[in-house]
């Protein structure tokens, strides 16, 4: 009643959130953490919570967004803008962030009006997506699905990003290999129309061993702790073998038998009943000749006697994770109740019945009687808290490899397209500044001002891939990007750069470079002579990034554009 009668408080407004010190200060911060956790050799964060629970250690941006959380709306605004773009791509994620938040902190370091910075930024926005959408755009490599060579190049830049893997070179191609290899199985070869149904890659995580025990199996693996009842399995000769699904639950009892009124008449034993109801069906799939008898939840153990006493390989617990890709696996139709026939369609055929063996997991292995687009990776790792980042990392290697299928085409990582596009930005718009003044309806001086905040952001996420005190530098040709550690004399530079970050670029004597962020002439990017014999080591998914590109402007533009923030304190 208290509760009720008590006065409402009234909500806080807050005036140009942006010119809020305390605002101000926790965007910094957030900025701070995302940018020491870029890149292959960002630092890890240690997640957890103030009443204990899983310590979760990663640089992953989805975990990172997920655990961060904040009182102020404004801030929420930005982490939630950013975290869409992450549950949808799957990548980028802290690229999208630091860009976001780079071009926030230089608009307002610029003095100029919200509004005008909100237009450069468009305009700017759309020249840099036209660009990276052109046929000869520097920074954009074509993917061909004829060789693999590109795609594991993707998924080990995409892989080795992730320092909390805690991977040496050799396991990180090695686990590169199979996830290309896991993306291929789950592409179906003869797809009939125009509308391709992709499969699906199921991870089983084994810990103690050694990445390098890692496979890749086409198939389906199901964890079968009974090894015992599994004898019988080299008897079972006939190809194919049929099967049968049950999503109802067989444990037998009460509970289980669905919503609604039960009537029990008295002097009627329910459990004799319900278990003669199971028995009859396990004579139904035995005179239908069923070899392989599965259930997503329990079976009552006389039900699995008597299968098994009839050389029928019984699952139980299959979970429901695993329905989907048996359906699609076997042609199988899950059966929902006990209390009819089987109908004959839902029956489904698997090819071959196999026992492997990973660690402690005893799985059987299910292979498809036909063309199927179902895999299992078996992931190993040395102990819980580097498997549990593995397994995410290489789930959203799985989805950056299904995008190329969409757009088969990759950027250049090691921070190479940001640098080349500040560049051809400068560039660009230094030719059209009259043209653009006029169209956005501001001054020059503003707009040069504007160009500058937006290209240094840029750059800002290339510098962010150094943690160790080096120097970044951009070379004055092909404007890409350079690190140079901070043990190294400048007069020794140019025998200790190597190649730039993409990898594309070889450090030759006559070269010149520049430090970030430091002015520099005016350049147009040479184009690069594409020479199959040098290739690029990193690559980024081009559908992702620029996807993390216009999220990062436009969750910018709007925060720029907020005025008040009405929070209700109820």
């Known amino acids: 009643m208290m509760s009720r009668l008590a006065k409402k408080s009234p909500s806080l407004c807050t005036d140009q ?7 101000c200060n926790k965007l910094y911060l957030l900025r701070q953490l995302l940018t020491s956790c870029f890149g292959p050799r960002g630092r890890l964060k240690q997640v957890h919570n103030n009443i204990g629970g899983r310590v979760v250690t990663t640089s992953t941006s989805s975990v990172l967004l997920s655990a961060v959380s904040s009182s102020h709306p404004f801030i929420n605004l930005i982490k939630t803008s950013i975290f869409n773009h992450v549950s949808r791509f799957s990548d980028c994620g802290l690229f999208a962030a630091i860009l976001c938040l780079s071009i926030i902190e230089r608009a307002k370091q610029s003095g100029l009006r919200g509004s005008v910075v909100i237009k450069v930024n468009k ?6 997506t036209s660009y990276l959408r052109q046929e000869d755009c520097g920074v954009r490599v074509k993917l061909d699905f004829c060789s693999s060579q590109n795609l594991i190049k993707l998924a080990r830049s995409s892989i080795s990003s992730k320092p909390a893997c805690v991977l040496t070179e050799k396991e990180t191609l090695h686990i590169s290999r199979l996830a290309v290899q ?44 009974d090894v015992f009842h599994l004898n019988n399995i080299e008897c079972l000769h006939s190809d194919p073998l049929r099967m049968v699904l049950f999503s109802a639950s067989l444990a037998g009892d009460l509970s289980e ?11 009627v034993d329910t459990d004799s009943q319900i278990l003669d109801q199971l028995l009859e069906l396990g004579k139904q799939v035995v005179k239908d000749e069923v070899k ?58 698997v090819r071959d019945l196999t026992i492997r063996q990973f660690g402690s997991k005893t799985m059987l292995h299910l292979q498809p009687p036909g063309e199927s687009a179902i ?32 757009e088969p085409s990759a950027l250049l990582g090691g921070g190479c397209t940001e640098t080349h596009l500040a560049a051809y930005i400068r560039h660009k718009t230094m030719k059209e500044v009259t043209e653009a003044v006029s169209a956005l309806g501001c001054s020059q001086t503003d707009y040069l001002l504007g160009i500058e905040g937006f290209c240094r952001s840029l750059e800002s996420v290339a510098t962010a891939l150094e943690h160790d005190g080096g120097n970044s530098l951009i070379d004055l040709t092909h404007a890409h990007h350079w690190t140079h550690p901070a043990d190294v004399m400048k007069e020794h530079m140019e025998h200790n750069l ?8 070889e450090s030759i004597p006559d070269k010149k470079w520049t430090y970030l962020p430091t002015n520099y002439t005016q350049l147009s990017p040479a184009p690069l002579a594409r020479d199959t014999a040098v290739q690029p080591h990193v690559l980024d998914s081009f559908t992702a990034k620029v996807n993390a590109l216009q999220v990062a402007v436009e969750t910018a533009n709007l925060a720029l554009d907020v005025q008040y923030v009405i929070q209700d304190m109820n």
């Open 375 to 406: 895999c299992t990776m078996i992931l190993c790792h040395r102990n819980e808290t580097m498997l549990s980042e593995l397994k995410v990392v290489c789930q959203k290697t799985e989805h950056v490899l299904r995008l190329t299928l969409r």
């Open 498 to 505: 190597g190649p730039c970050g993409c990898g594309l670029v």
């Open 292 to 349: 392989l008898f599965v259930c997503q939840k329990v079976i009552h153990p006389v039900l699995q006697q008597y299968l098994r006493s009839r050389g029928i390989i019984v699952i139980e617990r299959l979970g429901i994770t695993l329905m989907e890709p048996l359906t699609q696996l076997t042609g199988a139709q899950p059966v929902a109740t006990l209390h009819t026939a089987i109908p004959p369609q839902a029956y489904g055929e």
């Open 182 to 225: 896991a993306f291929l199985l789950t592409v179906p070869c003869n797809s009939p129309g125009t509308t391709v149904t992709l499969g699906k890659t199921v991870i089983v995580s084994v810990e103690g061993h050694s990445v390098l025990s890692s496979s890749v199996f086409p198939g389906l693996l199901v964890d079968t702790p």
């Open 257 to 267: 038998l669905g919503d609604g009124r039960i009537e029990v008449h008295p002097g």
């Open 123 to 128: 305009h700017l926005l759309d020249l840099c």
């Open 17 to 23: 959130p942006l010119d809020n010190t305390d605002i």
